[in-house]
C-alpha cells in the first residue's frame, strides 16, 4: 500500500497545483476520499492514540507522494503558466468537465432518485461565478499583488486566501487553485515557491503567512466537512457539481488576472488539443483506481487463502 499511496498523494498534488479539480476531487476519482477526510478529522481531533497514529501513518503515505508531485508541478508549471495560458487553461477545462461524470458515477447511488437537491448545483454554480465577479481583483484594477507590495494589507489577504483555498481543496469540485487563480495569487504563490526551492528565501515571508492561512483552514473546516458529508452527503455531492460546473467560468477568465493582464480565454483561444489531454489525463486516472481496486482484492482474497 506504500505505492499505492505515494501514487495517490502524487496525482493529488498534480490536481491541487492546478486549476480545474481539487485534490478532493481526485481522491474521490481514486476510491479514498471517505479515508481522507477521516484521517485529517482524527488527526484534528481528541481520538486516542491509535487512532491517530493510524491516520497519521496514512497522511505520511500520502504526503509524501504529494511533496514530490507539487514540487514537479511548480518547477513546470512556473516556467510555462503565463506564456501558455491559453494552452494550459484549455488543459484545466478538459480536467474540469471529464471529472464531473467520474464523479456522479462514483457516487450514483448517493444522489439517483434525489433530484430535488439540484438546486445545491445551481447554488455551487452561483457561488464561484458571484466569487469570480466580485473578486477583489477585477473591482479593484489597481491592487498591487507583485511580492515588491508585501505589506500587512498584503499578510492578512494572503491569509485569508489560503484559509479558504485549502478549504477547497480539502472539499471536492472547485480547486484551490482555481480561487487562488481568482484572487490574483496562483501565478505570485507559484512562483514564489519555485524561487524558495531554488534557494532565493525572499518570497518566504509570503509563503508563511500562506501555510499559516492554510493551516487554520484545515483546522476549522475539517470537522465541518466530514459532518456535512455524513449527515448531507446527497446535498454535498450535488453542490461539489456545481462547483465543478462553475469553475469553468473563472479558468476561462483567468488570464485577466496575470501580471500583464490577457483576454479572456475564447473559442480563438481555447486549445481543443489541450483540452483533449485534459481529459486524457483524468480517465487514465479512472483507470489507475480500477487496477488500484483489483489489486487490492487481489491481495485481501490471497491474504484470505493464506490465513
Known amino acids: 500500500m506504500y505505492i499505492i499511496n505515494f501514487i495517490r498523494g502524487f496525482c493529488m498534488a498534480l490536481a491541487d497545483s492546478v486549476p480545474g479539480v481539487s485534490g478532493g476531487t481526485i481522491a474521490f476519482i481514486l476510491g479514498f476520499y471517505d479515508d481522507f477526510i477521516n484521517s485529517l478529522s482524527s488527526l484534528t481531533s481528541r481520538n486516542g492514540t491509535g487512532e491517530r497514529k493510524k491516520a497519521l501513518l496514512f497522511l505520511f503515505k500520502l504526503g509524501i507522494g504529494w511533496v514530490v508531485g507539487m514540487i514537479l508541478s511548480v518547477l513546470f508549471l512556473s516556467s510555462v503558466f503565463e506564456s501558455h495560458i491559453y494552452e494550459i487553461s484549455s488543459l484545466f477545462v478538459g480536467f474540469i468537465i471529464c471529472s464531473i461524470p467520474l464523479v456522479i458515477k462514483e457516487e450514483k447511488d448517493v444522489i439517483r432518485d434525489k433530484y430535488k437537491y439540484l438546486i445545491f448545483a445551481l447554488i455551487g454554480i452561483l457561488i464561484v461565478v458571484a466569487i469570480t465577479y466580485f473578486n477583489p ?157 483489483n489489486k487490492t482484492s487481489k491481495n485481501v482474497e490471497e491474504n484470505g487463502v493464506n490465513g
Open 137 to 293: 481583483v477585477s473591482s479593484n484594477s489597481s491592487m498591487d499583488l507583485s511580492l515588491d507590495n508585501f505589506s500587512l494589507g498584503f499578510a492578512i489577504y494572503v491569509f485569508i486566501a489560503g484559509m479558504i483555498a485549502i478549504s477547497a481543496m480539502v472539499l471536492p469540485g472547485i480547486s484551490g487553485s482555481t480561487l487562488l487563480l481568482i484572487f490574483g495569487l496562483y501565478a505570485p504563490i507559484i512562483s514564489s515557491i519555485k524561487e524558495v526551492l531554488t534557494l532565493n528565501l525572499s518570497p518566504l515571508p509570503m509563503l508563511i503567512v500562506f501555510g499559516v492561512g492554510v493551516i487554520v483552514g484545515i483546522l476549522s473546516t475539517i470537522h465541518i466537512i466530514k459532518y456535512l458529508l455524513a449527515n448531507y452527503r446527497s446535498q454535498m455531492i450535488y453542490l461539489t457539481i456545481g462547483l465543478m460546473i462553475g469553475s469553468i467560468y473563472p479558468v476561462f477568465m483567468g488570464p485577466t488576472t496575470l501580471t500583464v493582464p490577457l483576454e479572456p480565454m475564447n473559442l480563438h483561444t481555447f486549445s481543443l488539443i489541450y483540452f483533449i489531454m485534459g481529459g486524457a489525463l483524468i480517465f487514465g486516472l479512472e483507470k489507475l483506481n480500477i487496477c488500484i481496486k
